[in-house]
């Protein structure tokens, strides 16, 4: 069992910067790969970004690529997520989620993650 707790969020101008927190439960943490998720309102839920299990691999969508980093400490039990130059179409809930393993396939999609938080608003004015 993992749980999953975000933090982080809230309120910014376009431009600006968040980082947000995933913290771990659990001691499974280590051996799986980890994803940020996010749902604006009437949307579906999509990708952000994601990491193996060793922090090795990292990889984006693309319309956050060279705004957002992910990156995690497994000594720690936490998942980060730097956010630069955010824009106004960045507002969401954001989601981070522990996949099943530490495997690097499908990671975009929601299907491999058995775990989710319960999110973290993220507001980007103009």
């Known amino acids: 069992q993992v749980q999953l707790v975000e933090s982080g969020g809230g309120s910014v101008q376009a431009g600006g910067s968040l980082r947000l927190s995933c913290a771990a439960s659990?001691?499974?943490?280590?051996?799986?790969?980890m994803g940020w998720f996010r749902q604006a309102p009437g949307k579906e839920r999509e990708y952000v970004a994601a990491?193996?299990?060793?922090?090795?691999?990292?990889y984006y969508a693309d319309f956050v690529k060279g705004r957002f980093t992910i990156s995690r400490d497994n000594d720690k039990n936490t998942v980060y997520l730097q956010m630069n130059k955010l824009k106004p179409e960045d507002t969401a809930v954001y989601y981070c989620?522990?996949?099943?393993?530490?495997?690097?396939?499908?990671?975009?999609?929601?299907?491999?993650?058995?775990?989710w938080g319960q999110g973290t608003q993220v507001t980007v004015s103009s």
């Open positions: 989620a522990a996949a099943r393993d530490g495997s690097s396939w499908y990671l975009h999609t929601t299907e491999v993650y058995d775990y």
């Open positions: 659990g001691r499974t943490f280590s051996s799986r790969a």
């Open positions: 990491i193996t299990w060793s922090g090795g691999s990292a």
